[in-house]
């Protein structure tokens, strides 16, 4: 993506030795931040303006992070700046102030000296262009087809709905929405139908866009004063999928523009395929008309996905990988913690795995749980190890007991469960022995840790209700240690 490029210059020194360990530093830090920034952010956020900022130089320990232009400028200040700065403290061990500037603003002189930090742009495309196509798999993302998806209680509905529409059966309207929040796998199933229809029908006209492609097209073509182009290739398809359509919305032109067309493949037989971020209900932004289809549609939800499905994503992203790099190998612990760590949608999950191939010299060595805990803090930020008391309330809050019941002598399975688990994470996500840990259990003695730890960890393997349960209580102990429950 162009983020290494030349620049970088120090007010201190600038005799052509300038301030090289700031510059080396200064730029490591920034590929963590853009790594972080990549895995939590929306693809096309990403690519439009995070990419394609450039650090530019240290003036008085102050790093000078520039936009092109005033636009780009304030599009990052208003969205982006806080979690910019937040993750460079995060990662910069000289401890430096971060400042987001408009290039254009920067001194002359500065400009001069610096050059052009996006010179190399054309160049670089060219060259990945130019790329041999064959290699490129062996690091690539899994194809976005129905096989490759990890199917189950988050997205059953909206898969099946979409191989329905891929066949050509029944599907309720002629407009669907599949709707669920970002990273959950949305796009990967508009793709997969996009490749399916086209598959099993080589004369059906499937086109697929998403609304920023719609709405670049539509402006292109109003600035010619000529849309008839984006018409006619819209118009001409019998199956019609739009992504990211939150993307136009408070844009009444493109939205309105967005539904004349949808009416004329509607209206000609044709079916239509909106992929948006909200249900139809709490969808905003968009014309009456436009907005009164959306809510007529059948709609789909795709939500977060479980434990089980979290770890089936882990699974076969480390099998791709490790296919054409034998190297990458993760363990079922590597595996369990990534689960746990990492605790955003599948998007994340998957930024994650490829963050830890990084780490692993791009596959070439396998990976190590120091590794894996760099990757973790990077993606999740750094985590306050919690105590034993807030495991145990982070326990409580998911099991309906009393703490008493929680550390009491009572064999009932009931309590016992919840006990086990407790105990579980407490030697797992802690530094205590497993005889402080059981004292903190009614002052058990320590094998009785220990027969639970090695109980539970047995049956992780198999068990998915218990991965799930345990999977629930981790991801409570955040929210306590935030809120200064600690």
Known sequence: MGRRKRLFVSRDNQNGQDGLHGEV??????????????????????????????LVADVDSEMLLAARDAVALSRVNARHKREIERLWA????????????????????????????????????????????ADAPAAGSPAMTFANLVVGPSNQI????????????????????????QGTGKTHIAQALKAEAAARDAKRKVVYLTAEEFMSAYLDGVRARDTSDLKRRLRAATLLIVDDLHRIAG???????????????????????????TAPGETTGFGQRLLSEIKGATSVEVGLPDTAMRREILVRLASHI????????????????????IRGPGRELTGAVW????????????????????VIRRHAGEQREPTIDVIKKATLKIFPIARTDLEGPSKMQAYVYP??????????????????????????????????????????????????DIARVEAAIPDLLESGQA
């Open 419 to 468: 006990r086990q688990i407790a105990m579980y994470l407490c030697r797992t996500l802690t530094r205590k022995s497993f005889p402080q840990i059981g004292r903190a259990f009614g002052k058990r003695d320590h094998t009785t840790v220990l027969y639970a730890f090695r109980r539970i960890k047995k049956s992780l393997e198999e068990d998915t209700r218990l991965a799930d």
């Open 90 to 133: 995060a990662f910069d061990p000289l401890e430096r102030k971060i400042k987001l500037v408009c290039w254009l603003t920067i001194p002359d002189e500065m400009r001069e000296l610096i050059g052009d930090p996006w010179a190399d742009d054309e160049e670089e495309e060219a060259a990945e262009a130019d790329m041999d196509i």
């Open 251 to 277: 844009k009444p032109g493109t939205s309105n523009e967005l539904y004349q067309n949808i009416r004329e493949v509607t209206g000609s037989g044709g079916q239509v395929v909106l992929v948006g971020d």
């Open 322 to 341: 490790s296919a054409n790099h034998p190297e990458f190998r993760l363990s079922d612990d590597m595996i369990q913690k990534l689960n746990a760590g």
């Open 355 to 374: 963050s830890l191939f990084t780490e692993a010299n791009f596959g070439e060595e396998e990976p190590t749980m120091e590794m894996l805990d760099r």
């Open 25 to 54: 530093t200064g730029l490591r830090v920034w590929e963590d931040v853009l790594t972080a920034l990549e895995s939590r952010l929306d693809i096309d956020e990403f690519t439009r303006w995070i990419s394609d900022l450039r």
């Open 158 to 181: 909206a898969a099946g709905m979409a191989k329905r529409i891929a066949a050509g059966a029944p599907s309720g309207t002629a407009i669907t929405l599949i709707y669920g929040p």
